[in-house]
């Protein structure tokens, strides 16, 4: 199957500084890919789509400008989270797919914000 | 898209097979039925999907009534390692899927 990779797995960082999370499709290139978000005991809630080269559609309540999205190619995209609070602390997990495939899952990101 | 329900958690012996069950009683006639699962800490596991027939791959079976409106999940022999939270999803296509709030199965010794 298809492989979805996170960096990094678990990042603490100090309130008011920015986090970058990659998200790579190791062994194929993903037309789609997408940005979730779970807090504890909850669901996954899809922040944002992106396809490469083009801007990522965020859903709604999702601040774009502290969420930036970057796709810059078919097997990268890169979420960072600006000026982090500790509200922001969460599970950030991303995922890909290729057209007419299921989405594969990368293994998340643990954030914590102090 | 189509909302899904199902029960919060269930419990299945070790060895035994668990049907986990989802009501999609507004499913529309192009959406497509998708199960995933979530283990503790992890990203969500791809394990089967399907329109109107029943579906069978080296992880499971899926079961779709004839009306759609409801299906079933079979893991045929459950063991421990399948104790995770599963989601019942129905959706158009592969893309935007929305999960609900899941099943939490658990795998009894």
């Known amino acids: 199957g298809a492989v979805v990779s996170q960096h990094p797995s678990r990042v603490i960082c100090k309130s008011g500084t920015s986090v970058k999370i990659e998200c790579r499709s190791l062994?194929?290139?993903?037309?789609?890919m997408f940005w979730y978000r779970q807090f504890p005991k909850q669901s996954l809630m899809l922040m944002a789509t992106?396809?490469?080269?083009?801007?990522?559609?965020?859903e709604q309540g999702v601040e774009k400008d502290k969420f930036l999205i970057n796709h810059a190619s078919l097997t990268l995209s890169t979420l960072t989270v600006t000026s982090a609070h500790p509200e922001d602390s969460s599970f950030y997990i991303c995922?890909?797919?290729?057209?007419?495939?299921?989405?594969?899952f990368g293994p998340g990101t643990r954030l914590t914000v102090t | 898209d189509a909302k899904t329900t199902q029960p919060t958690s269930m419990d299945c012996a070790e060895g035994r097979a668990a049907n986990l069950p989802c009501n999609h009683s507004?499913?529309?006639?192009?959406?497509?039925v998708y199960w995933y699962r979530q283990i503790h800490s992890q990203g969500p596991q791809y394990i089967i999907h399907?329109?109107?027939n029943n579906e069978t791959n080296e992880m499971a079976s899926l079961i779709i009534t004839e009306d759609r409106k409801s299906s079933t999940l079979i893991l045929p022999h459950a063991t421990l390692r399948d104790t995770a939270v599963y989601y019942c999803?129905?959706?158009?296509?592969?893309?935007?899927?929305?999960f609900g709030t899941g099943t939490r199965l658990t795998i009894i010794p």
């Open positions: 995922s890909a797919n290729k057209l007419g495939d299921e989405q594969y």
């Open positions: 062994d194929f290139q993903a037309t789609t």
């Open positions: 992106s396809n490469e080269g083009s801007k990522a559609t965020y």
């Open positions: 507004t499913i529309s006639g192009n959406e497509y």
């Open positions: 399907g329109l109107k």
């Open positions: 999803i129905v959706s158009v296509g592969n893309e935007k899927l929305t």
